[in-house]
């Protein structure tokens, strides 16, 4: 393009430039500037003083401490306060945003439920900087709102992402590879058994732009459950601190290549640990300074740091006797595959690599330069040691007296 104007007059240059930014500008805004459209490489930038050469940065809005819920037709749906919400599908991933994180709840939950688990996600979000955009799906125990569900998200992405909503309703409505029904399927079970049990997790999306959450029912939101072992609020908001940092370690991954996200997630210890050591810290701290909201159904009971911590070491312990192996065996189906090992046991880990080298370093260093330097080498840039020999001594951390174990953790 240089090229091409280098004879033409000044005032003609400038005009041509004028046109091409505007060409540029509209059809990004046209097609909801999803992610196939970027200017020509060609393009250069304008080469008048007069005519600006960059974009500004966008100033990032708040992140609202306070949800807003609304009934919907088949849902109960909730975004922070006055936040705006992303509209088709910008490749924003990596990237911190002003767009609220978008809670969608079966209608039979109780919108309190959803408000609940909605302002401790913005408060990660608050904590670890706003990263997204994020879909977070809880589905209830009630089939005919659990096919609604299935619907408004299948609709969605039949709406943004072009995919085929048959295909969706049958991946989603069927029970299985993580499909939304199953989450619902298995809360309804174990609502029929007294049991508390739940599960959630990040599900993927960085091929649609967006970080897809599923969960079952988180009970401790809701006391009128009263389930045996049933959660207290503060535990659930933990275990939503906990899945918001998946968002922080997904956000470090640009490719979009599912096997190389997968590989990138390895090993499980690590990102267990850290999304399970980060969000116990972190909850600890504001709890601590009052700053979770609490909504009048909300699950009560204590939930202490230390305590948790203990129970934590207790089981990683335990695990790592049973199955007479350490860290580097916690993967799914390795012989240390179970909670106690890789959850419990990396959330020590993070423990130990915080005490030794700091508390900031994993969101600084380690996280900035894992997917250039591939996770051994981010390790070792960030710890200074290899994998291997951290697990080393991490087995002979394990051996230490309790207390001595204890004294490493921070103090809310
Ligand atoms: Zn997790």
């Not at 997630?265 to 701290?285: H, L, N």
């Amino acid at each position: 393009m240089e090229q091409t104007l280098k004879n033409v007059p000044q005032i003609a240059r400038k005009i041509i430039t004028l046109l091409f930014l505007f060409f540029v500008i509209f059809i990004s805004s046209a097609c909801g500037a999803s992610s196939e459209v970027a200017p020509p490489a060609s393009a250069e930038p304008p080469t008048s003083t007069e005519i600006p050469t960059e974009t500004p940065t966008p100033t990032l809005g708040p992140v609202a401490l306070t949800a807003s819920c609304v009934k919907e037709g088949g849902h109960i749906y909730c975004i922070g306060e006055e936040m705006p919400v992303v509209t088709g599908a910008p490749d924003l991933y990596g990237q911190q945003i002003s767009f609220s994180p978008e809670f969608f709840c079966a209608s039979d939950l109780d919108i309190r439920l959803c408000k609940a688990a909605t302002e401790a996600f913005l408060l990660a979000a608050k904590e670890w900087g706003n990263y997204g955009p994020v879909e977070y799906w809880i589905m209830g125990t009630d089939e005919a709102a659990g096919d609604s569900m299935v619907d408004v998200f299948c609709n969605r992405r039949s709406e943004r992402n072009d995919d085929d909503f048959n295909e969706c309703i049958k991946h989603e409505g069927t029970f299985g590879d993580h499909g939304m029904n199953s989450y619902r399927e298995l809360g309804a079970q174990w609502l029929e058994e007294k049991s508390a049990a739940s599960t959630m997790g990040h599900n993927g999306g960085r091929h649609f732009n967006y970080h897809k959450y599923t969960s079952s029912v988180p009970w401790g939101f809701d006391n009128s459950y009263d389930l045996e072992g049933q959660q207290s609020a503060a535990g659930e908001q933990k275990t939503v601190f906990h899945e918001y940092f998946h968002t922080i370690q997904h956000s470090a991954l640009l490719t979009q290549d599912w096997y190389e996200r997968d590989e990138g997630m390895k090993p499980r210890w690590f990102t267990e640990g850290g999304a399970e050591f980060m969000a116990q810290v972190a909850t600890a701290r504001l709890r601590s300074s009052d700053a979770f909201t609490s909504s009048e159904i909300a699950g009560q009971g204590s939930f202490d740091f230390n305590q948790e911590m203990q129970n934590a070491l207790f089981a990683a312990k335990e695990s790592f006797k049973s199955c007479g192996g350490d860290l580097s065996d916690t993967g799914y189906g390795a012989k240390c595959d179970s909670y106690g090992a890789a959850y419990a046991g990396g959330a020590w880990a993070h423990a130990y690599l915080s005490h030794t080298y700091g508390s900031d370093v994993l969101l600084e260093v380690f996280y900035p330069n894992r997917e250039a330097m591939g996770f051994e080498g981010a390790f070792m840039h960030t710890y200074g040691q290899t994998v291997e020999d951290f697990v080393t001594e991490f087995n002979e951390f394990l051996k230490l007296p309790l207390d001595q174990q204890m004294e490493i953790l921070p103090q809310a």
